[in-house]
């Protein structure tokens, strides 16, 4: 199941970015900027994805984390699928050597539309823009 975040769902949402490294270090709970959705499995919070609406119509992947017990169960895809559903155009950044987070946006349809050059910090890294769809 998946459902908009609460105030209520911050304790689970910090405790699955604790256990992710490779996400973002930050997590908004929904606001005016962001939105955040979470993903239920088994009962408990699994997942979380925050993005933004950029433009009618299109979106921004901001950060997104699936807990290492629930990944490889489609989680991630609900997650993103639910936000592609309602928009024409999602944009997102990923590091150029986060070849899961890759493999996934690949499997989901998202292609590369550019690189920026250490762009990341802490280590530095490339960063690989994607594109869904990819025209
Ligand atoms: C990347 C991540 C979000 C994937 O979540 P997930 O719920 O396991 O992904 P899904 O189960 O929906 O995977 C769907 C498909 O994506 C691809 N995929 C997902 N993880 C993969 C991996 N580790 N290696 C290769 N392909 C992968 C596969 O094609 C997979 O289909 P399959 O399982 O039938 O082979 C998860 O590993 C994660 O949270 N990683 C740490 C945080 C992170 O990197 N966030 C992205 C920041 S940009």
Redesign the pocket.
């Known amino acids: 199941m998946i459902r908009p975040s609460t105030e209520a769902d911050a304790a689970s949402i910090a405790a699955i970015q604790a256990r992710?490294p490779?996400?973002?270090s930050w997590a908004p709970l929904a606001g005016a900027s962001y939105r955040c959705d979470v993903a239920i499995w088994n009962g408990e919070i699994a997942?979380f994805l925050v993005w933004r609406e950029t433009a009618p119509g299109e979106t921004e992947i901001l950060n997104?984390?699936?807990d290492p017990s629930?990944?490889?169960?489609?989680?991630?895809?609900q997650l993103i699928q639910n936000i592609l559903e309602r928009t024409g155009g999602c944009f997102?950044e990923?590091r150029e050597s986060?070849l899961?987070?890759q493999?996934?946006y690949r499997?989901l349809g998202f292609r590369q539309v550019g690189t920026r050059t250490n762009y990341y910090s802490y280590p530095p890294e490339n960063c690989i823009v994607m594109k869904f769809p990819s025209w």
């Open positions: 992710c490779e996400a973002a997942a997104l984390a699936v629930a990944r490889r169960c489609g989680v991630a895809t997102l990923v986060n899961a987070a493999a996934l499997h």
